[in-house]
């Protein structure tokens, strides 16, 4: 069975190639081998191929390559064959046209002038023969080698960057400058071309390189010739407006560094017959004094290895200026005539500010001896005030009108008495008294009176003012603001009596705290050991409840040390969840029945409100724990103790109020502080540690809510707290 394909492949009709043998379409060269493929196939030894090239003869006599594909299979108790043919002879003829081009791209690469390479997976995987001469090795050594092993090392991150963008296809083909190292460790310059291409189905880099060393140290001789031109333009300005030598030296060196392209440049001059280093910019030049002093010696420019020493003269010598390059590098002959030229600009610019130093130096002094006074007693922050023998005031300073605040012209005549305050006036009377006998009163304390009329404190001197004959004419007051100082001692004082106080502060609550935690220790232990000593089951029950009691109690002072602790550290965290408002204030009644009876005082509960909240009921339970303990311990044999709890218009009111011995008026704004008590002898008779207020307190804010207390002393104390009802549920 044929079809109409297999007629226009092979020429045949397909009644001709009906019952034909296959062996006829199989050119004569080709039939042995592919009879026993055929009768292995046949017999069923071997597997068909899925893909089989071959040649198929055709009626004309022609030949056409073809591809087979070949499945078997059995029908009625027989093997039959199924082939599928399929015409290459287009494929194939691409292929010699492609063989023949790779031919002529090896001829071309192999003879070509730049380098040709090919990179895949960052590995080399071609390289002609003039890259290989270019960096030194056989192109068998460089082959399958990293490229990044040719590359200089710090070039490298971007050479990895490069290829890793143009494999994606992210960077266009172009060119650029790197520098590689040849087999032989020289470094060198090299202009590559790369281009992402397709080879044997993966994505690669085909490229040229070309040794661009010569080129790239030309651009760079001709660039930094241009810089040196530049910075000698700009330092050129510099000289034509400079008037001080040294700052101009410091300006020509930093110019040479940032835009002549020198590495370094160390300036001297010429001192007391010695080479003095005035200043340097960037790196100091090795051995610059030595080269230095030989140029001054020459009188002309010194190279010596990649420095120069330039001497800086006009008529006499000023000094020398060296600049250096970094690495090896030549300095060039138009370059040292430009540095020798501005080397003679700077020496005619000293000689010009020698002149004008002289004359700006005499009228310097001139204007000094005039204005020296003037500057002293203007530019004084104190109040200097000068007065005639009967205290009128004759000169206000700057001082002063900057102090008090007064104008000049509405204080001269005025006596200087009346810008005191009274006490201080008359204290300034008599030490105006004193002062013809005395001569100089120093560092006294005044007051003076401001415009606005506040009080300054001072530290006032004063002084007689006598003419040429030596006969007193005046006085003459030096005042000194002290006002930040007498703060200060006032501060320092009251920091005084506040640490003072702090350390008795301090004592107290080591005592209490430790008599707190010594307390359910010592009651712990001691019904331990009797409960280790009793035989009865029921009375040892009871002491190991009583040491449990202890221990809880225990448990409770540590936690509110550790809640005070971490609310100082801005560690206290709630962990709220859905709760019963009345049962959880039941359980608190409850758990303080027993404390409120051996006390003689009754505790009863008034519930006009039970919601449910989200809230974190232990700490909840801990606020009205310590309020209602804190209730039962200050009240007296007899008294009562109320807990109520009222539903308001959006929060529920919590109230816990007491007939004891109530909060003196002063010390309210205190008790919700972290270890405070009303007294040491409050805490010596009802205990306590002071923290469970201020746990409270925390609690209580950090639900939304507010807490405050209102007492009467002897009658008593109701401390209220409220909770939102926008977290009900």
């Known amino acids: 069975m044929v ?5 226009r492949l092979s020429g045949y009709a397909r009644e001709e190639l009906e019952g034909m043998k296959i062996e006829k379409l199989v050119p004569e060269r080709c039939r042995e081998r592919f009879a026993r493929g055929f009768e292995a196939f046949v017999r069923g030894d071997a597997a068909p191929k899925e893909r089989h090239e071959g040649m198929f003869l055709r009626k004309d006599g022609s030949e056409v390559p073809v591809e087979l594909s070949v499945s078997v299979f059995e029908f009625a108790g027989k093997r039959y064959l199924i082939a599928v043919l399929r015409d290459i002879s287009q494929r194939k003829s691409m292929e010699d046209k492609l063989r023949a081009s790779e031919e002529m791209f090896r001829i071309i690469s192999e003879n070509s002038l730049v380098g040709i390479y090919l990179v895949q997976d960052g590995v080399l995987r071609y390289a002609n023969p003039r890259l290989a001469e270019i960096f030194g090795y056989t192109q068998e050594e460089m082959l399958g080698r990293n490229v990044l092993d040719f590359i200089y090392p710090e070039d490298v991150e971007q050479v990895k960057r490069n290829m890793e963008e143009r494999v994606r296809g992210s960077l266009p083909a172009a060119s650029y400058v790197l520098r590689c190292v040849r087999k032989n460790g020289e470094v060198f ?15 690669a880099i085909i490229g040229i390189l070309i040794d661009a060393t010569d080129r790239i140290n030309a651009e760079k001789r001709i660039m930094h010739l241009n810089m040196v031109l530049n910075a000698v333009i700009s330092i050129n300005r510099e000289v034509s407006r400079a008037t001080d030598r040294e700052e101009l030296l410091r300006r020509v060196c930093r110019l040479l560094v940032d835009s ?9 001059v010429l001192d007391n017959g010695e080479l003095r280093r005035v200043t340097f910019a960037g790196r100091l030049c090795s051995g610059s004094r030595e080269l230095a002093g030989e140029a001054a010696g020459k009188a002309e420019p010194v190279v010596r290895d990649s420095s120069i020493g330039l001497p800086i003269l006009c008529d006499r010598l000023f000094g020398a200026m060296v600049l250096c390059y970094s690495g090896e590098r030549e300095f060039m002959e138009e370059e040292i005539e430009v540095m020798a030229e501005l080397m003679r600009d700077i020496g005619y610019a000293f000689r010009v500010m020698e002149s004008e130093k002289l004359r700006r130096e005499a009228e310097a002094e001139v204007r000094r001896t005039r204005e020296f006074l003037q500057r002293l ?29 007064y104008p000049q012209e509405e204080v001269l005549g005025r006596r200087i008495y009346e810008l005191c305050t009274p006490e201080s006036g008359r204290e300034l009377k008599k030490l105006y008294d004193k002062l013809l006998e005395r001569e100089v009163i120093r560092n ?8 606005e009329g506040k009080g300054v404190d001072v530290s ?7 003419d040429e004959n030596g006969r007193p004419v005046g006085t003459v007051s030096v005042a000194k603001d002290i006002t930040m100082e007498v703060k200060a001692e006032r ?25 707190e935690l010594r307390t359910p220790i010592t009651i712990a232990k001691g019904y331990i050991e009797l409960a280790r000593e009793e035989e009865d089951k029921e009375a040892r029950r009871e002491l190991l ?17 550790i809640s005070v602790a971490d609310i100082a550290r801005g560690k206290f965290r709630l962990n709220p969840r859905k709760v019963r408002i009345g049962e959880l204030v039941r359980r608190a009644v409850d758990e303080k029945q027993e404390s409120a009876k051996a006390r003689d005082v009754k505790l009863e509960l008034q519930l006009e409100c039970d919601v449910s909240m989200f809230a974190d009921p232990g700490k909840l339970q801990r606020v009205l724990l310590n309020l209602i303990d804190n209730a039962i311990k200050f009240n007296r044999p007899g008294g009562r103790v109320t807990v109520r709890v009222e539903c308001r218009d959006r929060e529920v009111l919590f109230s816990v109020s007491d007939t004891g011995i109530g909060i003196p008026k002063e010390r309210l704004k205190d008790i919700f502080k972290p270890l405070t008590q009303l007294d040491s002898s409050t805490t010596r008779h009802y205990g306590g540690t002071g923290t469970g207020l201020a746990v409270a307190k925390k609690v209580v804010e950090m639900h939304g809510g507010r807490i405050w207390v209102e007492s009467t002393p002897g009658r008593g104390s109701t401390f209220y707290f409220t909770l939102p009802l926008l977290a009900a549920k």
């Open 444 to 451: 006294v304390r005044l007051k003076l009176r401001c415009v």
């Open 460 to 466: 006032i001197s004063l002084a007689i003012v006598r």
């Open 260 to 268: 002549g392209g020198y590495r370094g440049a160390v300036a001297y």
């Open 3 to 7: 079809n109409s394909a297999a007629e």
């Open 491 to 515: 501060a320092l004082r009251k920091a005084y009596d506040n640490l003072r106080r702090l350390e008795q502060l301090k004592s107290d609550i080591i005592a209490n705290v430790s008599h």
């Open 545 to 561: 409840n009583t040491a449990v009691k202890a221990l809880v109690r225990l448990n409770d002072i540590v936690d509110d040390l």
């Open 189 to 203: 310059y090299a202009e590559v071309y790369g281009a992402r291409v397709s080879y044997r189905g993966e994505p």
């Open 377 to 405: 007693i203007e530019s004084s922050a104190d109040a200097i005030i000068a007065t005639d023998l009967e205290g009128r005031i004759t000169y206000f300073s700057f001082g002063a009108r900057e102090m008090l605040g």
